[in-house]
């Protein structure tokens, strides 16, 4: 299995949908992870940490399963600006962070 | 409230040139790093250093060195440019601790001809 593992996408979405992203990871150690989101053409930008079961903000919901080793980023009432590449990252140790490769959603009108 | 800063933003070289990208970082970060991104891939990291004085290779570190000048500042250098170097650089920093965050600069593209 890869150590970080996305669905490429994309992900095409009306408007107001709600849509979930998977990621699955290899290393069963790790503690926290983290969904950064990239525009195109731009610098990844961190949206969520999830530490525990999982952390709400807004219309973003990411969840945990430490059994199945595998967290998911659930967006609601999606809008045009949620169209980006959504980035799975987990810890590989301290120091080093492993991207995934990315899911792309587009929200269209 | 710069954060992470890289330069330049874009670079074109030819062939056999040598370049330093530069990156600066003002959060007091130990950990800083630099990953290369090409069209419909992923991050791959070239690079890192752990803290001020240590470097270590990441999965891509061929054709490539790199200074821990300080605490603050991590640079890049391509002694011998190859257009497969063609490619968006970004560095990142963040605080040790595998419950910390990566911490993005804008990015250099970089065109080697």
């Known amino acids: 299995r890869k150590e970080v593992e996305q669905d490429p996408g994309p992900f095409n979405v009306p408007e107001g949908a709600t849509v979930a992203f998977n990621c699955t990871y290899s290393n069963s150690a790790s503690q926290s992870f983290f969904w950064y989101r990239q525009d195109c053409r731009k610098e990844p930008k961190l949206l969520m940490s999830v530490y525990s079961s999982g952390n709400e903000d807004g219309r973003f919901t990411a969840q945990l399963n430490r059994a199945s080793q595998y967290i998911s980023l659930l967006i609601r009432d999606s809008k045009l600006s949620d169209s980006a590449t959504y980035l799975c990252?987990?810890?590989?140790?301290?120091?080093?962070?492993?991207f995934g490769t990315g899911t792309r959603l587009q929200v269209f009108p | 409230n710069a954060g992470v800063t890289q330069t330049p933003k874009f670079q074109v070289l030819k062939t056999g040139q040598s370049m330093t990208l530069q990156c600066a970082q003002d959060?007091?970060?130990?950990?800083m790093y630099w990953y290369r991104q090409d069209p419909g891939m992923g991050l791959r990291l070239i690079y890192y250093?752990?803290?001020?004085?240590?470097?270590d290779k990441g999965e891509v570190p061929n054709g490539y060195n790199v200074s821990r000048l300080n605490k603050r500042e991590f640079s890049l250098r391509l002694e011998s440019a190859a257009p497969s170097q063609t490619s968006v650089y970004f560095c990142a920093s963040k605080w040790s601790g595998s419950n910390q965050p990566q911490h993005f600069g804008d990015g250099t593209r970089l065109s080697i001809l």
């Open positions: 990252v987990v810890p590989y140790n301290t120091d080093k962070l492993i």
């Open positions: 250093s752990a803290s001020e004085g240590t470097t």
């Open positions: 959060m007091n970060h130990n950990s």
